[in-house]
């Protein structure tokens, strides 16, 4: 498999966690999102939204990383990062949903860079609207995890779910925005946790080979 991706991306962050909690490999092609590499003719043959992640697969090339994710769980089901029962699964594809279609969609690259061009957005109200939907999108993230957590550890239970792959890159972007977090203690005692696991630590941004490229 070929993972596109770019080190600070959240979405591609995602994937990379989920490839390494089930122990696989993916070579990485590396586009460096701020010089506009993404959307060259030859990856937008391959992907024609011309956004990161996209894996190259035997089924195919595929996009968006919750899609890659479910196909990573159905393709390869050890470890499961999705629960047996069916309300379970669906209350982790609900807590997964907060992050991965209601915060970080309206908080990408592509937007930010829409508000400076069209609106004029300097970089104070940049952070402001970044801040405004993180903190909304935590707020009731926080009051779920609460409710299903176990011990604390993890977003469902008290195992690895794709809740909590969707929950540690969303909260290094809050970090990298400069949200105040402290309204969150369940969130961030969570990915305190899987931040000390090696699947997670392995695919941190910083540790990828174009870090800072």
Known sequence: MRLHGYWRSSAAYRVRIALRLKGLEAEGVHHALPRGEHRAAEYLALNPQGLVPALETEAGVLVQSSAIIEYLEERWPRPPLLPADPGARAVVRGMAGIVCADIHPINNLRVLNR????????????????????????????????RYTTSGRHCFGDGVTVADVCLVPQLYNARRFGCDLGDFPTLLAIDAHCRSLDAFRLAEPEAQPDAAG
């Open 115 to 146: 508000l400076r061009s069209e609106y004029r957005a300097d970089e104070a109200a940049i952070a402001r609207w970044v801040n405004h939907w993180i903190r909304e999108g935590f707020t009731a993230l926080e009051a779920q995890v609460r």
